[in-house]
């Protein structure tokens, strides 16, 4: 059984779904813990499927590594298999990236290489591009370059608000990322040969 903790910063609409899916006895990963870099109301989700959780605020820390040691120390508790980044609004300091490398994923709402960065959504429809995306990547220390582990378009409409074109991505996100780890469970997906 893959055990994964999950880390937020908003509401955990991915979150969520990842717990729904593992409700399932059939799904092959547990979330272990949930983590959060503020009093996120994604911690809601945690409390009510009875899962652990923590809070490393970043503004108690003096710096991004101070954080990140924090941080370490709270997953290195749970030692999980897998660490997913869900709505985490933090670029993780190098030195825990190297700590998990490969087994940090991280979702966004891009087609990558596409609209890397906190606004991918906003980024696509100011360029005025047909469609757009959601992808699930391998996290290195770059913003959003790691070695994409699945993707899918999503059309932009004409009417297409920032809001709407990002519910319209989220459900892609989450049915990506449940696959993904599916996958990366059953062995069928090899972090360490992504491309």
Do not use: C
Not at 22 to 39: L, S, T, Y
Not at 103 to 116: D, S
Not at 155 to 165: G, K, Y
């Amino acid at each position: 059984m893959l055990t994964v903790a999950v880390l937020i910063s908003g509401a955990g609409s991915n979150l969520r779904a990842l717990l729904e899916a593992a409700r399932h006895p059939d799904f092959p990963a547990r979330v272990v813990v949930v983590g959060a870099d503020r009093e996120a109301d994604g911690l809601a989700h945690a409390e009510e499927f009875g899962i652990p959780s923590f809070t490393v605020p970043w503004h108690e820390h003096e710096s991004r590594e101070a954080w990140g040691e924090e941080l370490g120390r709270q997953l290195a508790v749970w030692t999980p298999d897998l660490v997913v980044l869900s709505g985490l609004m933090r670029l993780l300091p190098s030195s825990l990236v190297a700590a998990y490398a490969p087994r940090i994923i991280n979702t966004h709402p891009a087609y990558l290489p596409e609209f890397p960065g906190a606004h991918g959504v906003r980024d696509a429809l100011a360029a005025g591009v047909r469609e757009t995306g959601a992808s699930v990547i391998v996290v290195d220390d770059g913003v959003d370059t790691g070695p994409v582990l699945a993707q899918e378009r999503v059309p932009i409409r004409a009417d297409d608000t920032e809001h709407t074109l990002h519910e319209r991505i989220k459900p892609v996100e989450r049915r990506l990322l449940i696959d993904v780890v599916r996958r990366i469970a059953t062995g069928d997906l090899s972090l360490t040969s992504a491309p």
